[in-house]
């Protein structure tokens, strides 16, 4: 596969310093003992409180750091929030972009989280945009025109730049598969990803499709890692619950291995 896997760690509203800091240690401690082995890019998004502080203790290992939302706004008056330079002045390299939760509990629609992407390009960051269809839109059919709908408000908006196209993390996450312990089965996944794969292609050729990566989301677990990441087109995984553990989250991370 041309693609490195990826596995990313959304810590969501979890995590004193104190506590973040344990938990980064265990992380980083597990990867010094496999060592060696051919293991996927690992990223840990801790919240906005705790990024430095992860910042330093994994400073000069492989881990990278990101964030779990910013603003799409440049520099100024906007009580709150978060600009991308920000996320990148301390450190981070990726940042989590419209997850199910911004989405509906925050309001965010597909057109702003296209605008939180351009910012989080302007501002040196790679954008992981989450896509993901409710219970009741899969129940009525209609998971593939959501997913549609969701990606299709992305290529507008995408910098001109290949390189920077290529750099591209879509989350896939079926709403009802995050935190509720129900997964989707590798042929759902690999169904969905293979749809917006298509899409991709169709949208930005080949040669562009074939860098992008799309994570799967939602109670993606040690024991169920390895069999979702085997599915072609499921290029890693963003991990909620289970990267609150390192334990559980070096086990996911271990599903990449042969
Ligand atoms: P979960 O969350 O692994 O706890 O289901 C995934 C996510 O929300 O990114």
Redesign the pocket.
């Known amino acids: 596969m041309s693609r490195r896997g990826l596995v990313a760690g959304?810590w969501?509203m979890n995590g004193l310093t104190g506590a973040a800091d344990t938990l980064v240690g265990g992380i980083l401690k597990g990867l010094e003992q496999r060592k060696g082995k051919n293991i996927c890019e690992v990223l840990v998004c801790p919240p906005f409180t705790a990024i430095q502080a992860v910042g330093k203790k994994i400073a000069g290992s492989a881990v990278k750091l990101g964030g779990q939302n910013m603003s799409e706004h440049k520099p100024g008056a906007h009580t709150g929030e978060i600009t991308g330079q920000m996320l990148t002045d301390i450190g981070c390299t990726y940042v989590?972009l419209g997850?199910?939760?911004r989405r509906s509990m925050y309001g965010e629609d597909s057109q702003l989280v296209a605008r939180k992407m351009v910012a989080a390009y302007r501002d040196g960051l790679t954008p992981i945009v989450?896509i993901g269809e409710t219970l009741q839109e899969r129940e009525s059919g209609k998971t593939l025109d959501v997913i549609r709908d969701q990606v299709s408000a992305i290529f507008p908006n995408l910098p001109a730049d290949e390189a920077k196209r290529q750099q591209l993390v879509l989350?896939y996450?079926p709403v009802w598969?995050?935190?509720?312990g129900k997964t989707a089965t590798p042929e759902q996944a690999q169904e969905v990803h293979a749809f917006i794969r298509k899409m991709l292609v169709d949208q930005l050729g080949n040669d562009t499709a074939s860098k992008v990566r799309i994570l799967y989301?939602?109670?993606?677990k040690p024991d169920n890692a390895a069999i979702i990441f085997s599915k072609p087109d499921v290029d890693g995984g963003?991990?909620?619950?289970?990267?609150l553990k390192a334990e559980d989250f070096l086990g996911i991370i271990d599903g990449f291995q042969g």
């Open positions: 959304n969501k989590i997850h199910s939760e989450c989350a996450e598969a995050i935190g509720t989301g939602g109670s993606v963003l991990i909620g619950g289970a990267a």
